[in-house]
Structure formats: structure tokens, C-alpha cells
């Protein structure tokens, strides 16, 4: 009997996927993570944000790996560097947070990160891709738009969709108004999506 429970233990132990979350924003997407219970064990982040602080407050480890936003950035060097501080930390899964490097290639085999990176995008992909996918959303007139969490690759905001919910754009929006309509949905979807994908 102690013996069954023991062995139990030692399968649940066995099941337990770690996690980090990539930041570069206001972290408010991050903030929703923790809110639901998320065990987030690393926040990166590739530049000063204040999703720094909030991982800070919450006593969580984070690791910053600052880059340069100039022609020569070395990106096969910086995601060989961001591999090796993710292997160092056992992370199993990686839940990007409104992070705004894109990877490179080598992040994606198989030995690394295939199909363990997952993005959130604040537009129904494959439409609206980039930076600004809110303010080209609501120039381009659409009635409808929404939030895609899908696996990322080394292309932007590509990558086999997980989970996708429509917002509708107003007559009086604003980027900033439909935004955070956007996210609203995003704080409640991406947390229970990334549970499910730790519970695999
Ligand atoms: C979200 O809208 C997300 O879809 C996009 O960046 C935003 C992050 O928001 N990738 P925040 O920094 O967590 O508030």
C-alpha cells in the first residue's frame, strides 16, 4: 500500500513540466499567468520591462539576456545563449509573453525547443502578423478580430494554431481601447491553454 503511493509520488514528480516565460512588455499577460497559479519557474526577458518587477515581487528567478536592436544582432548566438540558460533551468515548456524576439532557427529542432514554444498574438493569424497587428487590424476596417495562441517557429507569428477567440472592433476604437479588450480575453485563455499544455 505505502509502497503503491510511493510509486504514485514518484509518477507525479516524473509528470511535473517546468516552465519559463519570456517577457519584453508591461507583463499584464504574465501578471494573469501568476494570478491563475501557473508554477512559472523562470521569467526571461530580453530587455528593461516591468514584467521584470512583477516576476521580481513574486519571488520568481528571472534571468535577463539583453539584446541589441542594431543590423549585426547575432541572433543564432543569442538563441544559442537563451538554449543554454533554459537548459541550465530544466525548462520543459516555453509560454512567450508578449516577447518580442523572434528566434532562430536552432531553437526549434528537435534536441531543443520543437513544439515547446507557444506565442500569443493579438489578431486572428494568419492575419495581421507583425508589431502592430492591432493598429493594422483597425486601419484594414475589420468587424472582428482576436487573439491566436499558437507554437512559434522561427518565422513570425507562425506556427500550428492552439487556440483562437474573436473580439469585435467597435465604431469608436482605439488601438489602445481594442487592445485591451484583446487582452482581456488573452488573461483568461492563455493561462488555462498553458495548463493544459503542462498537464500533456
Ligand atoms: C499581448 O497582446 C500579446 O498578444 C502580445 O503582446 C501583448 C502583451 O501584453 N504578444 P502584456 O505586455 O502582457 O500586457
Redesign the pocket.
Known sequence: MIEAGVNKIKIMEKKMKKLAVP?S??????EAMIAYGLPIDLVIADRSCR?IDIAKAKGIKVIILPRTFEKDFDRYKYTKDTITILKENGIDLVAM??YMTVFDKVMFEPAHYQNKIT????ALLPAFKGDHAVRDALSFGVKVTG?TIHFATEKLDDGHIIAQEAVSVLDDDTEETL?ER??IV?RRLYPSVIQKLLNE
Open positions: 517577457v512588455g508591461t507583463g499584464s499577460i504574465l514584467g509573453a508578449g506565442n500569443i498574438h493579438p487573439t487592445h484583446i487582452k488573452e
